[in-house]
């Protein structure tokens, strides 16, 4: 009895292994020719075991369609959230943006007011060393006015002491 070999014609039907490094071979559409001494019963078989191999086709391609989908689903799944997380970053990456250019302007300002007053700063010294300047002018003149005073107020004494000795009868008169 020449029987189909049913593992060969699977695996041409269902290629085993990477289906993107083989080609996938069709079924031959032809059928084999049988010998005239099969009987019924043995065609019977045969049609019984076509038919549980195309069940177990069916079954197998059902499960690969149902791994497919779940893969599918899983891919999506991943792509979703992957998506939502890049749109979390842009988010995050638009906030911070606008954070540094506020610094940014804020730190701007900072400088600007900074070197403000850093110009106000050396205005105010250089007002401070020109009003030392008048101070020491002014002190040197105060001591010059105090010697001078002094210098007057003894030269002063001494005239009034030239006056008393040279005029002694004033002097009696009034002590007398």
Do not use: C
């Amino acid at each position: 009895m020449n029987m189909p070999v049913l593992d060969r014609s699977l695996n041409e039907v269902i290629p085993r292994g990477n289906a993107y490094s083989r080609p996938i071979v069709r079924p031959r559409l032809k059928p084999e020719p049988v010998p005239e001494n099969v009987s019924a019963a043995t065609a019977l078989e045969i049609v019984s075991e076509a038919a549980s191999a195309m069940r177990a086709l069916e079954q197998q391609s059902a499960e690969a369609v149902s791994r497919a989908r779940a893969v599918a689903d899983s891919i999506v799944k991943k792509l979703e959230t992957t998506e939502a997380r890049a749109e979390r970053a842009e988010t995050a990456l638009r906030k911070a943006e606008g954070e540094v250019a506020e610094w940014t302007t804020t730190a701007s300002r900072a400088l600007q007011e900074l070197e403000t007053a850093q110009r106000e700063i050396a205005a105010k010294e250089e007002q401070l060393a020109a009003a030392e300047e008048r101070l020491h002018f002014t002190e040197k003149k105060v001591k010059d006015a105090e010697e001078r005073a002094t210098e007057a107020n003894s030269a002063i004494e001494q005239i009034v002491e030239a006056i008393r000795t040279q005029l002694p009868g004033r002097g009696q008169m009034t002590g007398a």
